[in-house]
């Protein structure tokens, strides 16, 4: 007989496994020596596959289907468990081991193609890796299943729900109407004086700095860590063990703070999670978008703004105190804001941000669907560049190669970068409706208001709610474009002096 108790069991098990993974891989891009590498994959492999084996086996699924038969005499948690974990099996098992097993082979030659014609700048080099993986994409979609697009089958691993049909309006829209932004910009010519920016900033210093920071911010360092790696990222073992990483780097006084900002915002949403989920699916985020919605909130919302830098401008300055005597909150605010055409998508700023992943939601849609050629990507990337972003990569490196998504496999993640900043604008507007003072408490280095408000709206539900479930119970509207478009051109048009 099904119980609740040995359903938590079961997936307390498949967590633990998972957890413990994760924990390896964690060490393996922060500590691990290099020659670590070649038992760590083993290791990985074979816990990856025992949760997958434990998850999937028919026991589990028969103690799912009883238990979902009888939801009604289960509580709402109990039967929203249930019916999370029944979704999560149900697309585990639509994909056969030799499937699975075929298209982690696929990824790792296609990752290292991908970094030998990076390195070369040779788009000819990934091309027939990139056929195969899309060949091995189409095959998931039709194992998965789909309605409309096949690349709705693939958009459902990242934003549950999410249609290209739905983005396709919604994307085009905001491109046309972020890129006008951006001409509007660069031909106001007032671009910021940066020139005092220019050399090196101790990396100690900065790295104290963002550690402040994260405390302010509400992040638990007694529940979580910070350390170094190439890429920053945040994950997790536990509610209670949540970590993150940043890059610093000794030429950019803003890299490791922002990076360190980023993943606080996606940590503090992970630490906020119920403990009573614990072990369980419902310990997660219901969409890669809202909780990129997180990051970003902190990231820009808050860390690019002005109460922000007058907050930390005197802080900084006690680290920096010869380079930044005489710099006043106002120039690292506009410095920080600085808005520029880039070939490179991580380096873009927030009004050309979304434009590369519109150039790049637009690509993989052609591919899947059948109209674009994987030989033609070169060029095809470069007509995309130069007709939203008025730029053409003079390499491949610089431009379809510069990403490493798609070696590995991974088609239809790229939108939920722009709808982590679609979904950041309309919350925090709610949020300034609801704490009218929020703007002074920030600029006293108080941000318990902001992070209560997530709690409430955000963090607690866990995957108890979709991501339009959050976005329209919270702010009474569904998901849309305007919040931050209104954002963007209330906030550059000041900087940039675009009234008239
Ligand atoms: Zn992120």
């Given at each position: 007989m099904a119980s609740m108790e040995s359903l938590r069991e079961k997936l307390g098990e498949v967590a633990d496994l998972a957890n413990a993974a994760a924990l390896l891989q964690w060490d393996q891009e922060t500590y691990m020596p290099p020659k670590g590498a070649t038992a760590r994959a083993y290791q990985l492999a074979t816990l990856s596959s025992l949760a997958h084996r434990l998850f999937t086996s028919p026991d589990l699924g028969d103690m799912l289907h009883a238990l979902r038969d009888r939801s009604d005499n289960l509580t709402p948690d109990e039967a929203k468990l249930v019916s999370e974990a029944l979704y999560d099996y149900e697309r585990a098992v639509r994909l056969p081991e030799s499937f699975v097993h075929e298209f982690a082979q696929e990824q790792s030659r296609a990752y290292e193609a991908w970094v030998r014609a990076r390195k070369e700048s040779d788009w000819t080099q990934f091309e027939p890796h990139m056929e195969k993986l899309l060949d091995l994409l189409k095959r998931k979609a039709d194992l998965m299943g789909y309605e409309g697009s096949p690349y709705n089958a693939l958009l459902e691993d990242y934003e549950r729900g999410m249609t290209a049909e739905q983005l396709q309006p919604l994307f085009a829209d905001l491109a046309e109407r972020q890129s006008d932004l951006v001409r509007r910009i660069v031909e106001s010519g007032r671009q910021p004086d940066t020139a005092w920016l220019e050399g090196e900033w101790d990396e100690v210093a900065q790295w104290v700095f963002s550690v402040r920071v994260l405390k302010d911010m509400g992040y638990d360092f007694d529940a979580g860590r910070q350390d170094r790696s190439v890429h920053p990222f945040t994950t997790n073992f536990d509610i209670q063990d949540v970590r993150v990483t940043t890059r610093v780097s000794k030429?950019?006084?803003?890299s490791a703070l922002s990076s360190s900002i980023h993943e606080g915002g996606h940590a503090l949403y992970e630490q906020g999670?119920?403990?009573?989920?614990?072990?369980?699916?419902?310990?997660?985020?219901?969409?890669l978008g809202i909780h990129e919605s997180q990051s970003r909130m902190w990231e820009n919302l808050i860390g690019l703004s002005l109460p922000f830098w007058k907050r930390y401008t005197p802080v900084l300055r006690e680290h920096f105190p010869e380079r930044l005597d005489g710099v006043s909150p106002e120039a690292i605010y506009r410095a920080a804001n600085r808005v520029e055409p880039s070939l490179i998508r991580v380096d873009a700023d927030e009004c050309t941000y979304n434009l590369h992943v519109v150039l790049r939601f637009e690509l993989e849609l052609d591919l899947i669907e059948g109209r674009l050629q994987v030989r033609d990507m070169p060029a095809a990337w470069n007509e995309k560049m130069q007709h939203y972003l008025g730029l053409t990569p003079p390499n491949d490196a610089l431009g379809c190669l510069q990403d490493i998504h798609w070696s590995h496999g991974s088609m239809g993640y790229f939108p939920t970068y722009a709808l982590g900043n679609l979904y950041s604008a309309q919350l925090f507007e709610q949020v300034l409706a609801d704490v009218p003072d929020l703007w002074s408490r920030v600029e006293a280095g108080d941000f318990a208001p902001l992070l209560a408000w997530l709690r409430k709206?955000?963090?607690?539900h866990g995957r108890r709610k979709t991501a339009v479930q959050i976005v329209r119970d919270a702010t009474?509207?569904?998901?849309?474009a305007q919040p931050y478009l209104d954002y963007l051109n209330r906030k550059y048009g000041a900087l940039y002096d675009l009234t008239q």
């Amino acid at each position: 007989m099904a119980s609740m108790e040995s359903l938590r069991e079961k997936l307390g098990e498949v967590a633990d496994l998972a957890n413990a993974a994760a924990l390896l891989q964690w060490d393996q891009e922060t500590y691990m020596p290099p020659k670590g590498a070649t038992a760590r994959a083993y290791q990985l492999a074979t816990l990856s596959s025992l949760a997958h084996r434990l998850f999937t086996s028919p026991d589990l699924g028969d103690m799912l289907h009883a238990l979902r038969d009888r939801s009604d005499n289960l509580t709402p948690d109990e039967a929203k468990l249930v019916s999370e974990a029944l979704y999560d099996y149900e697309r585990a098992v639509r994909l056969p081991e030799s499937f699975v097993h075929e298209f982690a082979q696929e990824q790792s030659r296609a990752y290292e193609a991908w970094v030998r014609a990076r390195k070369e700048s040779d788009w000819t080099q990934f091309e027939p890796h990139m056929e195969k993986l899309l060949d091995l994409l189409k095959r998931k979609a039709d194992l998965m299943g789909y309605e409309g697009s096949p690349y709705n089958a693939l958009l459902e691993d990242y934003e549950r729900g999410m249609t290209a049909e739905q983005l396709q309006p919604l994307f085009a829209d905001l491109a046309e109407r972020q890129s006008d932004l951006v001409r509007r910009i660069v031909e106001s010519g007032r671009q910021p004086d940066t020139a005092w920016l220019e050399g090196e900033w101790d990396e100690v210093a900065q790295w104290v700095f963002s550690v402040r920071v994260l405390k302010d911010m509400g992040y638990d360092f007694d529940a979580g860590r910070q350390d170094r790696s190439v890429h920053p990222f945040t994950t997790n073992f536990d509610i209670q063990d949540v970590r993150v990483t940043t890059r610093v780097s000794k030429d950019d006084l803003f890299s490791a703070l922002s990076s360190s900002i980023h993943e606080g915002g996606h940590a503090l949403y992970e630490q906020g999670f119920p403990l009573e989920d614990r072990r369980t699916p419902l310990a997660a985020a219901p969409s890669l978008g809202i909780h990129e919605s997180q990051s970003r909130m902190w990231e820009n919302l808050i860390g690019l703004s002005l109460p922000f830098w007058k907050r930390y401008t005197p802080v900084l300055r006690e680290h920096f105190p010869e380079r930044l005597d005489g710099v006043s909150p106002e120039a690292i605010y506009r410095a920080a804001n600085r808005v520029e055409p880039s070939l490179i998508r991580v380096d873009a700023d927030e009004c050309t941000y979304n434009l590369h992943v519109v150039l790049r939601f637009e690509l993989e849609l052609d591919l899947i669907e059948g109209r674009l050629q994987v030989r033609d990507m070169p060029a095809a990337w470069n007509e995309k560049m130069q007709h939203y972003l008025g730029l053409t990569p003079p390499n491949d490196a610089l431009g379809c190669l510069q990403d490493i998504h798609w070696s590995h496999g991974s088609m239809g993640y790229f939108p939920t970068y722009a709808l982590g900043n679609l979904y950041s604008a309309q919350l925090f507007e709610q949020v300034l409706a609801d704490v009218p003072d929020l703007w002074s408490r920030v600029e006293a280095g108080d941000f318990a208001p902001l992070l209560a408000w997530l709690r409430k709206h955000v963090h607690v539900h866990g995957r108890r709610k979709t991501a339009v479930q959050i976005v329209r119970d919270a702010t009474g509207k569904a998901p849309s474009a305007q919040p931050y478009l209104d954002y963007l051109n209330r906030k550059y048009g000041a900087l940039y002096d675009l009234t008239q």
